[in-house]
Nanobody
Framework: QVHLVESGGGLVQPGGSLTLSCAFS????????IHWFRQGPGKEREFVGR????????SYADSVKGRFTISRDNAKNAVYLQMNSLKDEDTAQYYC???????????????WGKGTLVTVSS
């Protein structure tokens, strides 16, 4: 079955950068759109962005537009979330998730990683 594993989380200062990775296995990677969600302390899980099966089209939440970039490498079965100009409000557990459709509702996505924690603090 499909498995997703996030990595790259850690502590970063406001204004800094961090890149998260999502490794995919157990299925045909090219069949799945990859979504990123996050859940901050005491907050609801929210959509961050997504990339289509080819890596040609991306979409982002307004809160991260211009700062975050999603890419994928189908040869490596991997997706990346590059985060720049990080803010305190970006502190959250970040999850990658796979679905055959591009969606923003978490309940519609069948496959999830365990998440990786990003803490933005001085």
């Amino acid at each position: 079955q499909v498995h997703l594993v996030e990595s790259g989380g850690g502590l970063v200062q406001p204004g800094g950068s961090l890149t998260l990775s999502c490794a995919f296995s157990g299925g045909t990677f090219r069949d799945y759109h990859i979504h990123w969600f996050r859940q901050g302390p005491g907050k609801e899980r929210e959509f961050v962005g997504r990339v289509d099966v080819w890596g040609d089209y991306t979409s982002y939440a307004d809160s991260v537009k211009g700062r975050f970039t999603i890419s994928r490498d189908n040869a490596k079965n991997a997706v990346y979330l590059q985060m720049n100009s990080l803010k305190d409000e970006d502190t959250a557990q970040y999850y990658c998730a796979a679905a055959v459709r591009l969606v923003t509702q978490a309940v519609a996505i069948p496959y999830w990683g365990k998440g990786t924690l990003v803490t933005v603090s001085s």
